[in-house]
């Protein structure tokens, strides 16, 4: 890849007072509990809920009286530590971005650093779509934070 045309990935960091463990399974196994899906889901009001499917080959996916729509393909799992999305989160996306979650022991509790990269994958629409999720994680994670304290 021409390195002119990488587009700088969007990186959110967070430390909470919960231990690695605690700190990864609210993060993906209690996802429902904490995702704005109000805000930030494709059906909207139909939504039910949020799943994250814990194996490499698993989903993360939103669930609606009708079904469910995948947002990301699981491509790595290393818990407690990181996980790695394919993150697709649209009803006609053909192209992924790559979404790295990291948790790091701190001396207070976790560190949990979000790095959401690949956005010249989508061509011209990357840097729009890049600046939305600069704005769009730092709304996601705010309830994450809240309930982890």
Same mark, same amino acid.
């Given at each position: 890849?021409? /390195? =002119?045309?990488?587009?700088? %990935?969007?990186?959110?960091?967070?430390?909470?007072?919960?231990?690695?463990?605690?700190?990864?399974?609210?993060?993906?196994?209690?996802?429902?509990?904490?995702?704005?899906?109000? @805000?930030?889901?494709?059906?909207?009001?139909?939504?039910?809920?949020?799943?994250?499917?814990?194996?490499?080959?698993?989903?993360?996916?939103?669930?609606?009286?009708?079904?469910?729509?995948?947002? @990301?393909?699981?491509? /790595?799992?290393? %818990? %407690?530590?990181?996980?790695?999305?394919?993150?697709?989160?649209? @009803?006609?996306?053909?192209?992924?971005?790559?979404?790295?979650?990291?948790?790091?022991?701190?001396?207070?509790?976790?560190?949990?650093?979000? =790095?959401?990269?690949?956005?010249?994958?989508?061509?011209?629409?990357? %840097?729009?779509?890049? =600046?939305?999720?600069?704005?769009?994680?730092?709304?996601?994670? @705010?309830?994450?934070?809240?309930?982890?304290?």
């Amino acid at each position: 890849m021409n /390195l =002119e045309n990488e587009i700088k %990935p969007v990186v959110k960091t967070r430390t909470v007072s919960l231990d690695i463990e605690t700190a990864f399974e609210l993060f993906t196994r209690r996802i429902g509990e904490w995702w704005p899906i109000d @805000a930030f889901s494709i059906a909207g009001a139909d939504v039910t809920g949020v799943r994250f499917e814990e194996e490499v080959g698993g989903r993360v996916v939103e669930i609606t009286s009708g079904g469910e729509q995948s947002w @990301a393909d699981v491509t /790595l799992w290393d %818990p %407690p530590h990181r996980f790695c999305l394919a993150w697709h989160p649209s @009803a006609d996306s053909e192209v992924s971005t790559d979404l790295e979650v990291s948790f790091a022991e701190t001396e207070t509790g976790t560190e949990v650093r979000l =790095e959401h990269r690949g956005w010249e994958r989508l061509g011209e629409n990357g %840097p729009a779509v890049r =600046e939305s999720y600069q704005t769009g994680w730092k709304t996601v994670l @705010a309830p994450f934070e809240d309930l982890a304290g």
